[in-house]
Nanobody, 114 residues
């Protein structure tokens, strides 16, 4: 069983920055693909950024150039640095662990005020 615990959400003004972190336990972290998804009110959950076990990354077009995903296999942690935040980035952000099956964290709320 994989447990994922997110942290770092909060309220920030447009143009500001936040850093989200997710710590995984109960898993073989280094060989899993990790990702961040978000879900805004009334919308479907969408991929924000993903990082493979080899370090390759993938980003949603809406966050390219503003968000950076990284992982620290020694600390079983994946992070999402979010810069130049916009009100449309407001959502609950979920950490995802994928190794054949998907595991999800409970989410952390990011609110960007205009």
């Amino acid at each position: 069983q994989v447990q994922l615990v997110e942290s770092g959400g909060g309220l920030v003004q447009a143009g500001g920055s936040l850093r989200l972190s997710c710590v995984a336990s109960g898993s073989i972290f280094s060989i899993a693909a990790m990702g961040w998804y978000r879900q805004a009110p009334g919308k479907q959950r969408e991929l924000v950024a993903a990082i493979g076990r080899g370090g390759g990354t993938n980003y949603a077009d809406s966050v390219k150039g503003r968000f950076t995903i990284s992982r620290d296999n020694g600390k079983n942690t994946v992070s999402l640095q979010m810069n130049s935040l916009k009100p449309e980035d407001t959502a609950v952000y979920y950490c995802n662990y994928h190794l054949g099956v998907d595991y999800w964290g409970k989410g952390t709320l990011v609110t960007v005020s205009s």
